[in-house]
Antibody
Framework: EVQLLESGGGLVQPGGSLRLSCAAS????????MSWVRQAPGKGLEWVSS????????NYADSVKGRFTISRDNSKNTLYLQMNSLRAEETAVYYC?????????????????????WGQGTLVTVSS | DIQMTQSPSSLSASVGDRVTITCQAS??????LNWYQQKPGKAPKLLIY???NLETGVPSRFSGSGSGTDFSFTISSLQPEDIATYYC?????????FGGGTKVEIK
């Protein structure tokens, strides 16, 4: 059974940093791309970042590029999101999501086309 | 960025009713579209991929269709457990984008 368990959320001041983790089990972690998707309170879903199975390829939403870093440790079956210079509007539940069995490539970038399993999410609150 | 516009934003229907949600892309995305269900307080769940393919284990009352810019998602006979918000998502290009969601309630 696929399980994704996020941790690391909490209260942080604007301009602060936080690192999220997502512990994966039930599948061969290194074979699948992984992603972070966030959801502000009462709002819709927003893709944040994706990383290939090997970790060699990453993609980011423009809104977080240069401030967030996605990474993974395949020996620990764990996905990470390092978030720096956080803003109040980034208060959200952050979900990690497993990619499907295939990557999709368009305009020189490859990324998971679908999120087939999701964790329960971890709440990040950016406030003074 | 490819904008995904869902309609309606909410609907109320009776148990057993046929419910249809539409999703329009701002440009041609072929069939590169997925549908998710999010129940209150829960994580999203994949229901439909590649516009019309039912994910394993998802009840057959759910279906999807469309190609290009216009897509639809249908629940053939609404059940109480289908109370949720439904989202479409395109993967034609980065950034991956979602529709604004359609909240389905029981009348």
């Amino acid at each position: 059974e696929v399980q994704l368990l996020e941790s690391g959320g909490g209260l942080v001041q604007p301009g602060g940093s936080l690192r999220l983790s997502c512990a994966a089990s039930g599948f061969t972690f290194s074979n699948y791309a992984m992603s972070w998707v966030r959801q502000a309170p009462g709002k819709g879903l927003e893709w944040v970042s994706s990383i290939s199975g090997s970790g060699s390829s990453t993609n980011y939403a423009d809104s977080v590029k240069g401030r967030f870093t996605i990474s993974r440790d395949n020996s620990k079956n764990t996905l990470y999101l390092q978030m720096n210079s956080l803003r109040a509007e980034e208060t959200a539940v952050y979900y990690c999501a497993k990619g499907g069995s295939l990557q999709f490539c368009s305009a020189g970038s490859c990324y998971p086309p679908v999120f087939d399993y999701w964790g329960q999410g971890t709440l990040v609150t950016v406030s003074s | 960025d490819i904008q995904m516009t869902q309609s309606p934003s909410s609907l109320s229907a009776s148990v057993g009713d046929r419910v249809t949600i539409t999703c329009q892309a701002s440009q041609d995305i072929s069939n590169y579209l997925n549908w998710y269900q999010q129940k209150p307080g829960k994580a999203p769940k994949l229901l439909i991929y590649d516009a019309s393919n039912l994910e394993t284990g998802v009840p057959s009352r759910f279906s999807g269709s469309g190609s290009g810019t216009d897509f639809s998602f249908t629940i053939s006979s609404l059940q109480p457990e289908d109370i949720a918000t439904y989202y479409c998502q395109q993967y034609k290009d980065l950034p991956l984008t979602f529709g604004g969601g359609t909240k389905v309630e029981i009348k």
